[in-house]
């Protein structure tokens, strides 16, 4: 895609979440105002929109743990501590496979993937999953390595409602051509560090689906040297 689109993918990386957390957004990654994990294109900062959550249709049991099926040339490294706190690190654990769920679909170029179910739902799931399948038409997917960090719980409602936000660096991510396995990489700036605010309910199965996701780049609470 030679346009000014073709240019912003390459520029950039994830995600496509506000209780309480109005976020004032932008895009993702390096010299690109809109964008989503690994490059995959987002319009705007903020996707999404309250509503009862799905419940998980997967296929998954009830409880288990995800595993994410990532080509070899693309590592996510998660830094999540826990609380103390059972409600916020069931929360928290939901948000980090939430981003690892996305990576994977823009990966795959499979938008409603067994994860992508399991952990978003509504306008959410909706918007993302219609972002991968532009992408991929596009002809373009991800590689690098991403790391995600800063986990946070912002609120919490009668614990079925949830707000909270997380960092992911994007400094070592980038788009790549499907056709001729080209890396489309970029210089490291602070616009590779995104705070991604996200918007959850707890769905009858019990795990913590995203409706609604906003992000905002260089945001200094990401940022690292």
């Known amino acids: 895609m030679p346009t000014t689109r073709r240019r912003t993918v390459a520029a950039g990386l994830l995600v496509a979440l506000a209780l309480a957390l109005a976020l004032s957004a932008t895009g ?3 010299d690109a105002s809109n964008s989503a994990p690994g490059g995959a294109v987002l319009e705007d900062g903020k996707r999404g929109a ?3 959550p799905s419940p998980s249709a997967s296929g998954v ?5 995800p595993t994410f099926d ?3 040339d693309i590592t996510v490294a998660v830094d999540r501590e ?3 706190d059972a409600t916020k690190d069931a929360i928290l654990r939901d948000v980090a496979y939430s981003a690892q769920a996305n990576i994977e679909a823009f990966a795959k170029g499979v938008g409603q993937t067994a994860n992508m179910n399991r952990y978003f739902a509504a306008s959410a799931l909706t918007y993302l999953v219609d972002r991968v399948a532009t992408v991929k038409e596009d002809g373009l997917t991800l590689t690098g390595d991403y790391r995600l960090y800063g986990f946070e719980v912002t609120d919490v409602a009668n614990g079925r409602a949830a707000a909270a936000r997380y960092c992911e660096d994007q400094t070592k991510a980038y788009s790549k051509e499907i056709k001729t396995r080209k890396v489309l990489r970029t210089r490291p700036s602070d616009k590779d560090f995104i705070l991604f605010a996200v918007q959850a309910q707890k769905d009858s199965a019990g795990d913590w689906q995203m409706t609604q996701v ?3 780049k260089a945001d200094g609470a990401c940022v690292r040297g």
Do not use: D, I, Y
């Open 82 to 84: 826990t609380t103390g």
């Open 28 to 30: 993702c990654g390096s």
């Open 61 to 65: 049991a009830e409880g288990s743990t």
């Open 70 to 72: 990532l080509p070899s």
């Open 214 to 216: 906003s992000w905002k």
């Open 50 to 52: 309250s509503g009862s």
